[in-house]
């Protein structure tokens, strides 16, 4: 597809960038399916996404946003309206420009990642969740895989007021489900879940005790890496199942498109 004066514009927001691998799929769907679109990397600092987003107010040929690390809680507060997931969430990670010059958030990062999980293999309803992290990656997490019927979701993040914020917005939708606050350790849980963004640089620590993991618990991460995260590296040797970050991705792609009206 060659971009012209008519191509529609989308932006995918974050920092760091380099490592994001949703333009080559988004705009290779949209060749495709002969949509004359594009999307752009946009490198935004963490305390400059209002700047960023004010200023391309006026860009009638604007699609509207694809958001990641670390904007997706911040983005939801500049939408003029949200979906009961993204609000429940308090995060989005798509962003519709409306005819009008609205925002719209959605969420559909939990509903990708029970899309991977369920194609993987792992049927959440009835089983025991442990989730690291408690940003909007990991709130989209947590209210889907409620939704589908979980029986225990613990959850542990460096920030603990956070984590506890995360589970009383949880209890307050899903008062049947048990919903605790953990420590560092995963053990015992039917799914493991890293929902931080730790992995995404090199040298970063694990975002959990992986020590103690058995191979009967399916560990899962977020993290966009094609060859696999130290947390999976290290579950996989211990004869975990695992589910890497891009299954998340690739299960919500198509609706990206037709949620930004493409
Ligand atoms: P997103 O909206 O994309 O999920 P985010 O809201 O910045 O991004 O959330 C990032 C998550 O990774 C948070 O749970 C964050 O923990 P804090 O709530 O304590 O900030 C977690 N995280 C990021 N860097 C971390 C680190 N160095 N150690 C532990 N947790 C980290």
Request: aromatic content about 4%; charged content about 20%.
């Amino acid at each position: 597809m060659n971009v012209s004066g008519k191509t529609k514009v989308c932006f995918i927001i974050a920092d760091p960038i380099e490592h994001v691998k949703t333009p080559e799929k988004f705009n290779d769907l949209c060749k495709e399916n002969g949509i004359d679109a594009v999307m752009v990397p946009a490198h935004v600092h963490r305390d400059r996404l209002e700047e960023f987003v004010k200023g391309l107010s006026s860009m009638q040929n604007l699609a509207g946003f694809v958001v990641t690390v670390p904007h997706k809680s911040a983005m939801s507060h500049l939408c003029d309206q949200l979906t009961e997931d993204a609000r429940c969430a308090q995060a989005v990670n798509v962003v519709r420009r409306t005819s009008g010059g609205h925002y719209h958030g959605y969420i559909l990062d939990g509903k990708g990642f029970v899309a991977g999980l369920k194609a993987n293999g792992f049927e959440p309803k009835g089983r025991s969740v442990y989730l690291v992290g408690s940003g909007g990656a990991a709130s989209a997490i947590a209210f889907a895989l409620a939704e589908e019927n979980v029986s225990l979701i613990t959850i542990f993040n460096r920030t603990l007021e956070k984590a506890e914020a995360l589970i009383y917005n949880l209890k307050k939708e899903h008062p049947n489900i048990n919903i605790v606050l953990g420590d560092h350790n995963p053990a015992g849980h039917d799914l493991v879940v890293n929902a931080t963004s730790l992995g995404l640089r090199k040298n970063d620590p694990l975002p959990l005790n992986a020590n103690g993991l058995t191979k009967d618990q399916v560990v899962a991460d977020i993290i966009m890496d094609p060859s696999e995260t130290h947390l999976l590296k290290k579950a996989k040797s211990l004869g975990c199942m695992v589910q890497p970050g891009l299954p998340m991705l690739n299960n919500q792609l198509k609706l990206m498109l037709s949620t930004l009206g493409l």
